[in-house]
């Protein structure tokens, strides 16, 4: 029985010492476990706090690439996600960032901050329904942060959900109480809810909290004006000058609010004491005039009253240059282009000149032909602005015009260069087609006509040009002749287009068709023209009435025309 006790209490230590060795190796593996985590995480930090710290430095690659280590490290940081998204927007990269945005706010959905960075990033990249999904989220997560439903209820007013960013800015009412930008945002969705009432209610309660603000009543009086609830209005604007009787804004709204209402002897009443008012900024007063003077129906009625607004706004401002550039600009909306031009080349004698002063002043020398001027001005023009096309424009023309055909085509080239707008483009084809002409390169005169043509099949001018100058030349006579058939068919009383179709058809040596069209031009405004008188002689000298052609001969000569040729076939009764 002993022996038996003996391997008994043997089996017994065993099995004890047995448990007790499993329970010790079990802790170690614990405490191991538990250590190699604990590394993990301090080197996590340690990579995160380097990155940040490369971040802060400028180096942005740097840290960019320790931020990607720490994912290798922990692949479910959201931190380090976040400022791998930050990097990349800074560095436009911004599909990148809203993919690493996107991370940041699946791993770390409490995270408020994270939410609103993916949200800018798709407002960015105009993803706003997404942004919007994403900004609720957050303001879900944060009720007290009151700048995320603004900038949500901004979201939506820009897709068109008037009902929510109302809702919205009312929740951010209820903590602040009435506010001016809520108010106003929300009298802005009310009408464009067509809820007009509910519009006027929200400026009422404006008034109700601050009674004594002047630019709430005007406000109120502006938004009857639009509605033509005169009455109304005109009670809000005397409330308003009530309590400020020379406010700025309110006059300035009630300027328009007369115009509306057609009360135009009170408008320019107003005007003058908007002009006279030292607190209001000059600007201001521009902007109002070039208002009335850029409505034409105004401009037709009121130009006596306009002009002496203008005059007395250059006598109340004799040292602003706008003040001399609006009334120039009368002068040229009143045709009186000789005042307009004096008054222009004041101002540029005057003050800073600019592009818009120098077209209109070229425009002006090359309306009333005076083409030296325009050459030298234009000129002046181009070495103050060397990057303008229609200074190249206005200057070949000019130099074209004077026999400078070399430095016509130059300066038409540099320009045609320099532009980059369609229309502008076919007015120097053909300016270049003009001057080509004139310096006897008639292939490229034909391809810049052609290249005008092509843009603009319907160009009479062109077309008359282009037909004209072959039947000179005597080439390509057919083509000329369905050109210039053209400009009789669109304007049949057109005696120069009628001159040019006769003179083809009479070098096409079809003199019958071409006394037919000569003697159309003749009555329809050609018995005045040298040329056209000339023409008439010889194509009645071609269909054999040899009086009639020394008679019509006679008639261009007493119109002006010195021409030998002329001349010779008087002396001769021939044609040559």
Same mark, same amino acid.
């Given at each position: 029985m002993r022996v038996k006790q003996v391997i008994l209490i043997i089996l017994v230590l065993l099995v004890s010492v047995s448990c007790s060795s499993y329970k010790s190796v079990n802790r170690a593996k614990g405490k191991e476990i538990k250590q190699i985590k604990s590394n993990k995480d301090q080197q996590y930090y340690y990579v995160f706090i380097e990155a940040n710290r490369k971040k802060i430095l400028g180096d942005l690659s740097g840290a960019l690439e320790l931020y990607y280590e720490c994912l290798k490290i922990k692949p479910d940081a959201a931190a380090a996600m976040y400022e791998i998204s930050n990097i990349n927007t800074i560095l436009k990269?911004?599909?990148?960032?809203?993919?690493?945005?996107?991370?940041?706010?699946? *791993? #770390?959905?409490? *995270?408020?901050?994270?939410?609103? &960075?993916?949200?800018?990033?798709?407002?960015?990249?105009?993803?706003?329904?997404?942004?919007?999904?994403?900004?609720?989220?957050?303001?879900?997560?944060?009720?007290?942060?009151?700048?995320?439903?603004?900038?949500?209820?901004?979201?939506?007013?820009?897709?068109?959900?008037?009902?929510?960013?109302?809702?919205?800015? &009312?929740?951010?009412?209820?903590?602040?109480?009435?506010?001016?930008?809520?108010?106003?945002?929300?009298?802005?969705?009310?009408?464009?809810?067509?809820?007009?009432?509910?519009?006027?209610?929200?400026?009422?309660?404006?008034?109700?909290?601050?009674?004594?603000?002047?630019?709430?009543?005007?406000?109120?009086?502006?938004?009857?004006? &639009? #509605?033509?609830?005169?009455?109304?209005?005109?009670?809000?604007?005397?409330?308003?000058?009530?309590?400020?009787?020379?406010?700025?804004?309110?006059?300035?709204?009630?300027?328009?609010?007369?115009?509306?209402?057609?009360?135009?002897?009170?408008?320019?009443?107003?005007?003058?004491?908007?002009? #006279?008012?030292?607190?209001?900024?000059?600007?201001?007063?521009?902007?109002?005039?070039?208002?009335?003077?850029?409505?034409?129906?105004?401009?037709?009625?009121?130009?006596?009253?306009?002009?002496?607004?203008?005059?007395?706004?250059?006598?109340?401002?004799?040292?602003?240059?706008?003040?001399?550039?609006?009334?120039? #600009?009368?002068?040229?909306?009143?045709?009186?282009?000789?005042?307009?031009?004096?008054?222009?080349?004041?101002?540029?004698?005057?003050?800073?000149?600019?592009?818009?002063?120098?077209?209109?002043?070229?425009?002006?020398?090359?309306?009333?032909?005076?083409?030296?001027?325009?050459?030298?001005?234009?000129?002046?023009?181009?070495?103050?602005?060397?990057?303008?096309?229609?200074?190249?424009?206005? *200057?070949?023309?000019?130099a074209n015009q004077t026999g400078k055909t070399k430095e016509a085509i130059k300066s038409l080239v540099k320009g045609l260069n320099l532009t980059k707008t369609d229309e502008i483009k076919i007015d120097f084809y053909a300016n270049l087609g003009e001057a080509y002409h004139d310096n006897g390169e008639y292939e490229k005169s034909d391809y810049y006509f052609d290249l005008v043509l092509k843009a603009q099949p319907d160009n009479l001018y062109i077309r008359n040009n282009y037909a004209y100058y072959l039947s000179l030349r005597g080439e390509k006579l057919e083509y000329a002749e369905s050109l210039s058939k053209v400009t009789v068919q669109k304007e049949p009383n057109n005696s120069t287009y009628l001159d040019t179709y006769a003179w083809i058809l009479f070098k096409l040596e079809r003199y019958q068709d071409a006394l037919f069209y000569i003697k159309r031009a003749f009555e329809r405004g050609g018995a005045e023209s040298n040329v056209i008188v000339e023409h008439y002689g010889d194509i009645m000298y071609k269909v054999g009435n040899v009086d009639a052609a020394v008679e019509l001969w006679k008639l261009s000569k007493e119109l002006g025309n010195a021409s030998k040729q002329l001349i010779e076939k008087i002396e001769k009764k021939s044609l040559n």
């Open positions: 990269n911004y599909d990148t960032a809203v993919k690493y945005a996107k991370m940041a706010t699946d *791993n #770390d959905q409490e *995270n408020k901050w994270y939410q609103l &960075n993916l949200a800018e990033l798709l407002i960015a990249t105009k993803k706003y329904e997404e942004a919007i999904k994403v900004y609720e989220k957050a303001y879900a997560l944060d009720q007290k942060d009151l700048e995320i439903p603004y900038k949500l209820a901004a979201l939506y007013t820009h897709v068109k959900n008037y009902e929510r960013a109302i809702q919205l800015y &009312n929740e951010i009412e209820s903590s602040l109480g009435i506010h001016e930008s809520l108010s106003l945002a929300k009298q802005q969705l009310y009408y464009n809810l067509g809820q007009k009432t509910k519009a006027y209610e929200e400026i009422e309660n404006l008034i109700e909290h601050y009674p004594g603000e002047p630019r709430y009543y005007g406000i109120l009086a502006e938004m009857y004006t &639009n #509605d033509n609830l005169f009455i109304k209005a005109q009670e809000n604007y005397d409330k308003l000058f009530t309590i400020d009787s020379t406010n700025q804004l309110g006059l300035l709204s009630i300027i328009d609010f007369y115009r509306k209402k057609m009360d135009y002897d009170n408008a320019f009443k107003t005007v003058r004491k908007v002009i #006279d008012h030292k607190q209001i900024d000059y600007n201001q007063k521009v902007i109002v005039l070039v208002s009335i003077l850029n409505t034409r129906s105004e401009f037709n009625i009121y130009n006596q009253q306009i002009k002496e607004l203008l005059t007395y706004l250059k006598e109340k401002y004799p040292d602003k240059k706008d003040s001399y550039t609006l009334y120039a #600009d009368y002068l040229i909306k009143m045709n009186e282009l000789e005042k307009a031009k004096t008054e222009i080349e004041f101002i540029l004698n005057n003050f800073e000149g600019n592009i818009a002063l120098w077209e209109q002043l070229l425009y002006i020398y090359s309306y009333n032909n005076n083409f030296d001027t325009l050459y030298t001005q234009s000129k002046a023009a181009i070495d103050s602005f060397p990057d303008h096309d229609i200074f190249y424009l206005f *200057n070949g023309i000019s």
